[in-house]
């Protein structure tokens, strides 16, 4: 396999993820009854917590990452495959852009500019938490996505089923020297 395929392929992480999110909360509620960390310990809840936004943060991520897709599988059929790298390795920051722009278009919707005019203190303050809270969460979950995406592909390299890796092996992947 050549790195650019896997590149592509790599598009999917997120997904699988989230399905093995659902699995999680499936099985969760298959041995857990009573709720997240109702008896468990609570390292366990925070972590449930967490597998729960994305689970079902899937209805804010979804379009805009379908878009960042479609948007880095164009690049890749013109782009060599170290600057690719280099790409997705940022990609998360196009997605946090993304979702906040899906996530202010819905909140100003015909109600919340009525609201943003009445008080716009309040408004500028909910909106910059609520942006915050999207953008660190955007930014987390990519960055799990890249890095077990990243952790995959040395995996695969030192498998030699990707066999292209001899020039990208030294490349680091963010920042010029």
């Not at 690719?84 to 990609?91: D, E, P, Y």
């Not at 015909?110 to 660190?136: C, H, K, Q, V």
């Not at 092996?169 to 010029?176: F, K, N, S």
């Amino acid at each position: 396999m050549k790195t650019i395929t896997y590149l592509r392929l790599s598009l999917l992480i997120p997904f699988l993820v989230w399905t093995f999110g659902v699995l999680f909360f499936f099985l969760w509620s298959a041995f857990e009854p009573n709720g997240l960390g109702s008896d468990g310990p609570a390292a366990i809840a925070v972590i449930g917590v967490f597998f729960l936004f994305y689970v079902f943060g899937i209805f804010i991520w979804l379009l805009p990452y379908v878009l960042l897709c479609l948007m880095l599988l164009g690049l890749s059929f013109k782009s060599k495959a170290q600057v690719l790298i280099r790409v997705f390795a940022w990609s998360p920051f196009a997605m946090a852009i993304l979702v906040l722009a899906l996530v202010n278009m819905l909140s100003l919707h015909s109600d919340g500019m009525n609201r943003l005019f009445s008080n716009p203190g309040e408004a500028a303050e909910n909106l910059l938490g609520s942006n915050t809270l999207f953008l660190i969460l955007t930014l987390l979950w990519g960055y799990i996505c890249v890095g077990i995406g990243y952790g995959a592909y040395k995996i695969l390299q030192r498998l030699q089923f990707i066999r292209d890796g001899a020039t990208l092996a030294a490349l680091p992947l963010a920042g010029h020297v």
